[in-house]
C-alpha cells in the first residue's frame, strides 16, 4: 500500500511527554500530568520534560526501552520534535495547540485517557516528512500572504495562539501586503510557473479544514502544489470562496501539481511559513523524506488507510 510500514508496538514500556511551553503552558502542564498518571496506571514509566536538550538526550538514552516520544502540544511542538529527535524515535502526539492539523489527519483523540489508549494499543506507522531549507515538516508550507500572517502573529506571541489572535495580522496585511511575484521550479522542468501565492503539502490539512489540496498523501512519496496566479485582495475573496465550494482546481488562475523537489523564488523578501510557524525568508528548497516519520496512530486510521493495512491489523490481533 503506496510503501507504507506498519508494526504492532513491541514490549517497550518508557515514555517520554514532551511539553512546549510555549503551547498555553498551564493547560499543557495538566493535560500532560494526566497523560503521565493514566500511562503509569497501564504499566508504562513516564517521564515528563519541557526543556528540548533534556528530551533530546533523554530520548537517545532511552532508545532500545523507549516505546514513545509525546508531543503535547500543537504542530510546531511535533515539527520541532521531528528535527531534533533521532530519526527512529517513534513519535505519538497529545493535541494541545490551535489548529493540531497532523493530529486531526491521524484521527488522534484530544481527551487524555484516549491518547493513552492509543500509545498503549495503537501502530507505529511511516509516513513521508517535507523538508524546507533543511528544516523538517509533517504538514505543509507556504509563502506569500498567509505567511506574512503568521510571521506577524508570532511577533507577538505570548504563550498559546488562539484563532482571534490572527485577526490584527490578517487586517494589518490586507493593508500593506504587496503580492510579489513566486517563481516555481518543480523538479527537473525547465520553465518556471509564476504565482502570488504558493502552498506546498505534505499531509491534506490547512488552518480551518480548508480543503485547498484534500488530494495529498502522506504516503505516495511526493508533495502537492496548489498555487494561484492573481495578486491583490479581491482574487484572495474569490480564491477562497473557490477553495470552500471545492471549485479552485477547475479555473485557469490555479496551478496543481505534485513534485518530489519544489523551488520557490522571489525578487523581494517574501516569508514562508512551516507548519503554522514562521520559516523564514524566500528562497525556499523543498523536498519529500519518504517514511521519514514514525508516528503511534490509533487503529482506526490505518483501517481507514486501505485493505492491505486492515489484513495487517487482523493478522496482528490474532493470538500467538
Known amino acids: ?94 493535541p494541545q495547540g490551535t489548529e493540531n492539523l497532523l493530529a486531526k489527519f491521524l484521527r488522534m483523540p484530544f481527551r487524555v485517557d484516549e491518547v493513552a489508549k492509543v500509545i498503549d494499543e495503537g501502530l507505529e506507522t511511516r509516513l513521508d516528512a517535507g523538508r524546507a531549507n533543511q528544516q523538517l515538516f509533517l504538514v505543509m508550507a507556504s509563502c506569500g500572504f498567509d505567511a506574512e500572517v503568521v510571521h506577524q502573529v508570532h511577533q507577538s506571541r505570548r504563550g498559546n495562539i488562539r484563532h482571534w489572535a490572527y485577526a490584527r495580522p490578517i487586517v494589518n ?72 465550494t471545492r471549485q479552485h482546481r477547475r479555473w485557469r488562475d490555479t496551478v496543481m501539481s505534485q513534485a518530489k523537489r519544489i523551488r520557490i523564488e522571489s525578487s523581494e523578501p517574501v516569508p514562508f511559513q512551516i507548519d503554522g510557524d514562521p520559516g523564514g525568508y524566500l528562497p525556499l528548497d523543498i523536498e519529500v523524506v519518504p517514511g521519514r516519520l514514525r508516528l503511534i496512530v490509533p487503529r482506526a486510521w490505518v483501517l481507514a488507510n486501505g485493505m492491505a493495512l486492515a489484513e495487517a491489523v487482523e493478522e496482528l490481533a490474532e493470538p500467538g
Request: aromatic share 6%.
Open 1 to 94: 500500500m503506496r510503501g507504507i510500514e506498519h508494526m504492532a508496538l513491541n514490549q517497550r514500556s518508557e515514555v517520554i511527554v514532551a511539553v512546549n511551553p510555549n503551547a498555553g503552558a498551564t493547560e499543557t502542564a495538566i493535560a500532560a500530568a494526566g497523560l503521565a498518571r493514566r500511562l503509569e496506571q497501564l504499566g508504562y514509566s513516564v517521564v515528563v520534560r519541557s526543556d528540548l536538550d533534556e528530551i533530546v538526550e533523554d530520548a537517545r538514552a532511552r532508545l532500545d526501552s523507549l516505546r514513545c516520544v509525546v508531543a503535547a502540544g500543537g504542530d510546531g511542538t511535533v515539527s520541532l520534535l521531528a528535527n531534533r529527535l533521532p530519526e527512529s524515535t517513534p513519535l505519538a502526539i497529545l
Open 173 to 244: 496585511s490586507i493593508r500593506k501586503y504587496r503580492y510579489p511575484t513566486l517563481t516555481v521550479y518543480c523538479d527537473d522542468v525547465v520553465d518556471p510557473i509564476r504565482l502570488k501565492w504558493v502552498f506546498c503539502f505534505n499531509a491534506p490539512r490547512y488552518a480551518m479544514g480548508l480543503p485547498i489540496a484534500e488530494e495529498a498523501d502522506a504516503m505516495d512519496g511526493r508533495l502537492d502544489l496548489c498555487g494561484f496566479r492573481g495578486g491583490n485582495l479581491w482574487n484572495g475573496l474569490v480564491y477562497l470562496a473557490g477553495v470552500v
